[in-house]
């Protein structure tokens, strides 16, 4: 009789599998194992009235291979949302890449569910603007729309100091991580089980400007197509209708015609640069939002993406290194708390949410090695200056070294 | 965008409103724009070429004297040596110093090959200039500052505006700033408190150490 792992859950292995990116073949080949047998734990196949489950040893390599605690292939999948995922994205984004960050997504979701159990959060506090038939929106009620947003929040027309604060502040669960695609910049939902909105950031970017935009894209999507069906979201012409309404509820909530327009002594690029200290949205952004207001006209706004190309700002704006980007602290501020106030323990934090502990940190925002201190080196000495560390090289390699040949092919 | 020493930067905002700037933009563009229309509607499009830099230049130092007069500095026509021509100074007196602005049409920002041919900038740069040689710059009696703007061919509207200090060899810039960045109120923002702090569930058991 076969010696299978009890409770072991072939979701949860498909999921490891599609998050290292590897497939059943690759995986297969790595514990080495048959392909067939990969497929029959994921799709949980049953041999005669048991489950096809991988041997202890098994699970061993699995888990090793994969760099994913045992444990996680052992718990009972999290119940997935029914409301529909917001991706800001582009449409090259591959299905492999939005899995990923779905599964990282889920990952949040559920971390955020333990943290509930043991502290109140912000409750969440957004306005709904009760669209359940967005092609009925017009730019006017957009822009209306994220003037109410403000409104809402009792914010002026001035530029926000912080979006992803003002979000916390008001009950939206944020957090940054690599979503290891270029092509996926945000995700957002709404939990239909607590109404509770989550949105995660790409850490790719490194641009405080583009990563503000991006999170009051996602606040769009929770404000105007909260009461959207799955159906009408995934759909590749109303995702592209939705998605220009969000970026438009963006623009407008972030510059305000008429403050903005305001500012604006001269729409240049140097005009546009020097606004971005100010605003804090991207150049790119702000020429767009003039040819919406109809500031600019279309063949200027064109003359001005030539010459924006021709200075390499499409790679990287002017200001993308000095403004400082934006950081949740909600998620890691109640861990911190939970252990300080030993309510929880580290241990139990792995224990309960059994995935890599460098996602983990990634997610709540917890420093590395915040989870593992024992497996990390926490200071690595360097030299200060390059001259003395190429003086050092050159000593030691005068000393004991020589030169081997590689071997050439005869 | 911008360098320079934060003394001269201090100087130079501590004593003149964003609002100088913004009109100066707003004037140089104005007079780029009558430069170009006017010039296109009474000549042919050979002379047009020909007059518009001498036909701009006279309206911007019309409306950069009208502007600095607005402000109630002192905007003057000055004539050279020889009394062949004029250029328009503003001089603006800042807690003991003396800043000196004249404009200067450029093809880029940076743009010094122009500069050097006007004797009277060298002088005003010797002149005033002369103490960053010495690194003693709150000593010195004064800055000489040059607006600087320019516009892409056939543009209707200049593409940039900068106010350039040059050094006294005239051959570097001391500082260099976008007039849009010094018109522009920067802490007028929406300041927003972080106050999203957890609160721990009542009756939570803690471990035992």
Known sequence: ?410 | MNFGSETLLNTITGSISRDFFKDVITGLNGAHRKAVTDCEANFSQEVAKDCFPIYRRAMVEDAIKGIGRNYGFNARSVPNKSKSSSHVEIEIESEGKRLIFTTLAVYNCYDMSKFRKANFRKTLAEEAQLSFFKDIIDDGDGYYGLILYGAKPQSKDINFAYLGFPTANCKEWYGHYNLNDLALQKDDVEMIKDVANPMLKKNLVKKEQ
Not at chain 1, 227 to 248: D, F, M, P, W, Y
Request: aromatic share 8%.
């Open chain 1, 1 to 410: 009789m076969r010696q299978g792992m009890p409770g072991f859950n072939g979701k949860r292995l498909k999921e490891a599998r599609d998050m290292r990116g590897l497939t059943s073949t690759s995986l297969a080949e790595m514990v080495g194992i048959s392909k067939q047998a990969i497929s029959r734990y994921e799709k949980g196949e049953v041999d005669g009235k048991t489950p096809f489950t991988p041997r202890p040893e098994t699970l061993d390599r699995i888990s090793s291979v994969l760099n994913f605690p045992k444990a996680f292939f052992l718990q009972a999948s999290y119940i997935h949302n029914n409301t529909p995922i917001h991706y800001r994205s582009l449409s090259t984004a591959t299905k492999g890449a939005r899995q990923r960050a779905e599964s990282k997504f889920t990952w949040f979701q559920e971390i955020a569910d333990l943290l509930k159990q043991y502290v109140d959060l912000p409750a969440p506090n957004l306005p709904s603007f009760d669209v359940t038939d967005h092609t009925k929106l017009s730019a006017q009620d957009i822009e209306d729309f994220a003037a109410a947003t403000r409104r809402h929040w009792n914010l002026g027309d001035r530029p926000i100091s912080n979006v992803v604060t003002l979000l916390e502040n008001n009950g939206v669960m944020v957090s940054r991580i690599d979503l290891e695609a270029d092509t996926l910049d945000a995700l957002s939902q709404y939990a239909d089980y607590d109404s509770i909105p989550y949105v995660f950031l790409s850490s790719s970017k490194q641009s405080a400007a583009r990563s503000k935009f991006d999170l009051s894209h996602e606040l769009a999507h929770l404000c105007l197509h909260n009461l959207l069906s799955k159906g009408v979201c995934q759909n590749q012409k109303t995702h592209s209708e939705i998605e220009k309404q969000a970026h438009r509820f963006a623009s407008a909530f972030l510059l305000p015609a008429q403050s903005f327009t305001k500012d604006l002594i001269s729409p240049t690029l140097d005009g546009f640069w020097a606004l971005k200290d100010k605003w804090q949205v991207s150049i790119k952004a702000m020429i767009v939002r003039c040819r919406d207001l109809e500031i600019i006209e279309d063949d200027y706004a064109r003359t001005l993406f030539i010459n924006y190309n021709r200075r390499g700002w499409a790679k990287r704006e002017p200001l993308d290194d000095k403004l400082p980007i934006e950081q949740p602290k909600l998620l890691r501020r109640s861990f911190e708390l939970l252990v300080k106030e030993n309510i929880i323990t580290v241990d139990d934090i792995t224990t309960q949410l059994p995935y890599p502990e460098s996602a983990l940190e990634e997610i709540i925002g917890l420093p590395k090695g915040f989870l593992s201190p024992r497996n990390n080196v926490e200071y690595l000495p360097t030299l200060k200056r390059p001259q003395a560390r190429e003086a050092l090289i050159a000593k030691d390699s005068a000393k004991d070294s020589k030169i081997i040949q590689f071997p050439t092919k005869i």
